[in-house]
């Protein structure tokens, strides 16, 4: 079903049109909400609300974008405020743990589920340093590099220029390789 009729369809309010989208679309949704967030069950949450946010506003959709820019937008930005909310809450959790009560949470491990099993030391530096990266790289070099857009489109799901696009990703590959080079010389055998 091509993008125009199905955008149709749900604008009208049919049901089967918006469970055939979230088929469609759902492992995109999460992947990239993973590669940002890169926590599976937060990934799981932050998908549902993409979905819903989807379905109660489609009918602003105008075409002045792909549907598939439309719906990168919504779940780059649903996952920047994620990170925002747990920012702040463990910020709070910090401040409170000061005053005795001690319910600050560590990020766990993280290691993308699409990985080799041979391959998940390195994946986890990889996400590591990804997480020390500031959002703007961040996202765009997961979109680039894990998601694998194009610039162009990852300059407008970021609403950015092509130029600046292509500095953020150039940025951070340099600042990965800065992160990332004490755990390659450490692990050469």
């Known amino acids: 079903m091509n993008q125009p009729e199905i955008i149709v ?19 995109m949704v999460y992947n990239t909400a993973l590669g940002i967030v890169q926590n599976e069950n937060d990934a799981d949450d932050i998908t549902q609300e993409v979905f819903i946010q989807v379905y109660k506003s489609v009918s602003s959709f105008k075409g002045n974008s792909t549907f598939s820019t439309w719906l990168y937008r919504i779940t780059v930005n649903k996952s920047l405020d994620y990170l925002k909310r747990i920012k702040t809450k463990n910020r709070f959790a910090f401040i409170q743990s000061l005053f005795g009560s001690n319910h600050y949470n560590h990020p766990a491990e993280f290691v993308h589920p699409g990985v080799l099993l041979e391959n998940k030391e390195r994946a986890t530096a ?4 990804l997480q020390q990266l500031p959002n703007n790289q961040r996202i765009a070099f997961t979109l680039h590099k894990l ?12 609403n950015i220029s092509l130029p600046a696009t292509e500095s953020l990703i150039a940025r951070a590959k340099n600042n990965l390789r800065k992160k990332l080079r004490d755990y ?6």
Do not use: R, S, T
Not at 10 to 16: A, I, M, N, V
Not at 147 to 158: F, G, N, P, S, T
């Open 126 to 129: 990889l996400f590591k340093a």
């Open 184 to 189: 390659y010389l450490q692990n050469i055998v």
């Open 147 to 158: 998601e694998a857009q194009k610039y162009e489109d990852v300059a407008e799901i970021m």
């Open 9 to 27: 369809q749900l604008q009208q309010g049919d049901e089967q049109a918006f469970k055939k989208l979230v088929d469609e679309w759902q492992n």
